[in-house]
C-alpha cells in the first residue's frame, strides 16, 4: 500500500525559478513528514521536516508546506541551484504501539537548467 | 565530519545463498535502520535497532532477515537465503534519537541475486 505518494517522477527547472515538488499521503495520523535529497551513488540525506501540528517550516532556501485536510506537502526550492539537482523523496512517520511507523515516496528527479 | 560507512559497495551472489551487509554506524549515534529500495522504487524501511535489539521492523523482514551488533561498532544485516527479489541497494542509517529528523544514511550496498 502507497501511504506516501509522489506523483510527479521527474521535475526540470531553470536555475533561479522556483522548484516545487509534491507529495501527497492517505494516512492521517502521520505524526512528522520528512524531505530527503538523494545524488546518485549515495543514501539519503535528511533536508528538511515538519510536524504534523504546523503548516509551514522554512530552513534557507527550502521550505516545507502542510496541508492536512488536503493531506498534502510540498518542498519549495527559491532560488533553485543546479547543485540541488538530485532525486528527493518525501518520508512520513507515527509513532503507535506497534512502534514508529516509517514511509517514503518513490521520490522525484530534480533537474535544475542552468 | 563523521559518516556512515557500508561495506561491500556491490554484493553478487547466488540465489539461496546467505549474505551480510555491514555497516559502521557514527560512532555516538545510539539508533540504528536498515531501509532497502528495489531500483526504480520507493526507500523502505526494513528495521530499526536499539540497545541491542530490533526496535520496529517492518513486514518485509521477514524471517529470512536478522541484524546485529556484533562488536559495538559493526551494524549488520544478513539475508539467510536470498532470493531474486531480494536485488536491491541497502541502506544502513543511524541517529542519535529516535525521530528519524536527523538520520544519516550511509552510500549503500548494493546486493544481485543470482
Known amino acids: 500500500d502507497q501511504q506516501v505518494k509522489q506523483n510527479s517522477p521527474s521535475l526540470s527547472v531553470q536555475e533561479g525559478r522556483i522548484s516545487i515538488l509534491n507529495c501527497d499521503y492517505t494516512?492521517?495520523?502521520?505524526?512528522?513528514f520528512l524531505w530527503y535529497k538523494k545524488y546518485p551513488a549515495e543514501g539519503p540525506t535528511f533536508l528538511i521536516s515538519?510536524?504534523?501540528?504546523?503548516d509551514k517550516n522554512e530552513d534557507g532556501r527550502f521550505t516545507v508546506f502542510l496541508n492536512k485536510s488536503a493531506k498534502h506537502l510540498s518542498l519549495h526550492i527559491v532560488p533553485s541551484q543546479p547543485g540541488d539537482s538530485a532525486v528527493y523523496f518525501c518520508?512520513?512517520?507515527?509513532?503507535?504501539?506497534?512502534?514508529?511507523?516509517?514511509?517514503f515516496g518513490t521520490g522525484t528527479s530534480l533537474t535544475v537548467i542552468p | 565530519e563523521p559518516e556512515v560507512t557500508q561495506t561491500p559497495s556491490h554484493q553478487v551472489t547466488q540465489m539461496g545463498q546467505e549474505v551480510i551487509l555491514r555497516c559502521v554506524p557514527i560512532?555516538?549515534?545510539?539508533?540504528f535502520y536498515w531501509y532497502r529500495q528495489i531500483l526504480g522504487q520507493k526507500v523502505e524501511f526494513l528495521v530499526s535497532?536499539?540497545?541491542?535489539?530490533?526496535?520496529?521492523k517492518s513486514e518485509i523482514f521477514d524471517d529470512q532477515f536478522s541484524v546485529e551488533r556484533p562488536d559495538g561498532s559493526n551494524f549488520t544485516l544478513k539475508i539467510r537465503s536470498t532470493k531474486l527479489e531480494d536485488s536491491a541497494m541497502y541502506f544502513c542509517?543511524?541517529?542519535?534519537?529516535?525521530?528519524?529528523?536527523?538520520?544519516?544514511f550511509g552510500p549503500g550496498t548494493r546486493l544481485t541475486v543470482l
Open positions: 518520508a512520513a512517520y507515527h509513532c503507535d504501539v506497534a512502534g514508529n511507523q516509517f514511509y
Open positions: 494516512n492521517s495520523m502521520f505524526d512528522y
Open positions: 515538519i510536524s504534523s501540528i504546523k
Open positions: 560512532s555516538n549515534h545510539l539508533y
Open positions: 535497532f536499539y540497545n541491542n535489539e530490533i526496535s520496529e
Open positions: 542509517a543511524s541517529d542519535t534519537t529516535r525521530s528519524y529528523n536527523e538520520q544519516f
